[in-house]
């Protein structure tokens, strides 16, 4: 009797002292406790896929550029058009195909081609903006023409797949950004 309680006391001794040990518990950890609101709760990757969508898009599209200015003579011609990537995420957002729900209701784009027409490209006259000073909007608008094959996996009631070979989309791209007027000074020729 004596060696399972002692086995038993032994064992509960080590749970209290492990439980004291964790700073998972609340109320026993050393420090301060955030209550309820220490407890962790879970993010559907749906919502965390949105914001870095969301985060993506910010950071490289939907930014105007403050390039410098025209030179007297020379080629007044947008620098790039759209990338593939850009044309991907227009067509996701006018159309998404994230967030079907697995097994019974899903989209998928296959054999996708892009073909870029350049539609417009002309320089506004210069005017003041007022975070920048005396600049000049230079518009570049883009015709997008898409090309895939579109696969809907329906999965209830009757499970079925519809294959839409030739699906074409068309989607209109403004790139614009601004170029400096007059002589600037940037600070790069300051003698320190």
Known sequence: MTHKFTAFSTSVLLAVATLGSVGCVPGIGQ???LGIFGIPIPVSPYFQDDEEDQFWNH????????????TPGGPEVAL????DDEVMQALEKARPVEGGVPFLFEKQRNNVRIVKEKIADYVDPPRFVPTIGPAQLHHAHYKCTLYFTEITYVGWPVPHTLTDEDTV??????????HMV??????????F
């Not at 790039?80 to 990338?83: K, Q």
């Not at 007059?182 to 003698?191: E, F, I, Q, V």
Request: aromatic share 8%.
């Open 31 to 33: 420090g301060p406790s």
């Open 59 to 70: 950071e490289r599209y939907e930014r105007v550029p403050i390039l410098g200015p025209l």
């Open 169 to 178: 989309e068309v989607l209109y791209i403004d790139h614009n950004h601004f």
């Open 80 to 83: 790039d058009p759209p990338s």
């Open 182 to 191: 007059g002589n600037l000074d940037t600070g790069a020729n300051a003698n």
